[in-house]
DNA sequence: AAAAAAATTTAATCTAGATTAAAATAATGC
DNA sequence: GCATTATTTTAATCTAGATTAAATTTTTTT
């Protein structure tokens, strides 16, 4: 709605980039795409990238850097709407879900790690750490509020977070799939979570 | 126990470089991993692999097919041994966790399909479409014979095997990790899927 | 223990694709 | 319209790592 007005033309471009990118490494793996296949996906040749990027792991850490925004920016407004544990846990779900397969495009690809430079990848897993652990914490909460069954937080949580980080593997932009997932996927997700009566 | 006399070494030592590929890929992924690496795992050097294995293509797709061979067998196993739908269910996510995170090691990569060549993609998602189908199965087996609530099959499916085929991504074997992943995975799977009275 | 076959090695290619350099084009401010 | 800055291109490197070839060692057979 707003302008929108500064948001340089550079980084506008920059963002396609990194969305071009992202649909690549999902699609073809690190390794499987060249800089050239981003390129050409956006009408460039592929020394242009350069151009917004310092190389090739740049890339892919700036995709993680942006899909860390996603997940945690999901999580924050879910929290921040309150409800029972089981309601922040299906919104933080939904939320996520959403923007990963929306038009934004998924801009998460979390199979790339390996790739990263060793700094990289210390700080795109400890923005992965924190992220489980807030998650963690959400079951907690449901826990203590009545509304989740006692559980092994952790094991629930990779649980959860894998089939999610998997989506990716499986879809790749159809709109009437994308729509069954956000769907589907938080009940299915958080069904077993219940406690009895919730 | 048996002698297992045939198997001749060839075969034997072509197993543990599968292994190791399995290994290194899940670790690194298809591009993170040299041939190098995968052959000093077992002493050797790069081009002795070549001995095993056409070329490094070849040694994801045999990877890809040990791993279908696993969940089929996990699979056949559970319904062989009958019982509902949803203990079918039960038991076929822990045979098959339990070789994910087992000894024979996570044979299954399951992230580098982009990587093979169209013939062997082709065949190996062939083999994964049937190995979803047949799961798909077993829900509508619960459905019918009243264990398992109703729900959409093919999404209930994609998130559960999601969750499975995420594993290798952050377990890397460790033993007590490896026993608390076959205890809690499939409970935590199947815990949704369950109609009230189960 | 020689010969044949199996397994692996060292040394030599070969290539895709990342990166860099230099040049060209487009956009913008004045 | 000129000068400056932004963007992209074409042309030129450079390198890791896959693959191949030839040579060597190890194992098996008889």
Redesign the interface.
């Known amino acids: 709605m707003a302008p929108n007005s500064d948001e340089s033309r550079f980084e506008l471009q920059r963002d396609r980039v990194l969305k071009a990118a992202a649909h690549c490494f999902n699609?073809?793996?690190?390794?499987?795409t060249s800089l050239k296949d981003v390129a050409n996906m956006l009408g460039l040749t592929d020394p242009a990238l350069y151009y917004y990027v310092r190389n090739k792991e740049e890339l892919v850490y700036l995709c993680y850097v942006r899909a860390a925004d996603v997940g945690r920016e999901a999580m924050q407004k879910a929290v921040a709407e309150g409800g029972s544990g089981l309601e922040q846990v299906r919104r933080y779900l939904r939320y996520h879900i959403e923007i990963m397969v929306g038009e934004h495009g998924p801009i998460a690809i979390?199979?790339?790690i390996?790739?990263l430079k060793p700094a990289h990848r210390d700080e795109v897993l400890e923005l992965s750490r924190q992220h489980s652990l807030n998650f963690e914490k959400m079951l907690k909460v449901g826990m203590a509020d009545g509304s989740i069954a006692s559980?092994?937080v952790r094991?629930?949580g990779?649980?959860?977070?894998?089939?999610?980080?998997?989506?990716p593997?499986?879809f790749h932009g159809d709109d009437v799939m994308a729509r069954?997932?956000v769907d589907?996927?938080p009940g299915?997700?958080?069904?077993?979570?219940a406690k009895s009566g919730n």
């Not at 990779?158 to 989506?167: D, F, L, Q, V």
């Open positions: 699609q073809k793996g690190y390794s499987g979390m199979s790339e390996p790739s559980c092994d094991m629930t990779n649980a959860i977070m894998g089939s999610i980080n998997w989506i593997k499986w069954a997932i589907q996927f299915i997700l958080s069904r077993g979570l």
